[in-house]
């Protein structure tokens, strides 16, 4: 059963997934956390479709 996760998530809950994955950049960014490359490309890659989606689900 493929199901777009988005219709499974409140704007709150999207809201506190983006909070968390800003955290999860910046202490990669600031070296306190150390991750590959592909990891850290993935989890920016989500934090900016999820924004959009914040964005869009706000208006």
Same mark, same amino acid.
């Given at each position: 059963m493929k199901e777009n996760i988005l219709m499974l998530l409140t704007l709150e809950e999207i809201s506190n997934i983006t909070k968390g994955l800003k955290i999860a950049v910046d202490s990669v960014s600031q070296g306190n956390?150390? +991750? %590959? %490359? #592909?990891? #850290?490309?993935? +989890? #920016? %890659?989500v934090l900016k479709k999820l924004l959009q989606v914040e964005a869009e689900c706000s208006r």
């Open positions: 956390t150390k +991750i %590959d %490359d #592909e990891l #850290e490309n993935n +989890i #920016e %890659d």
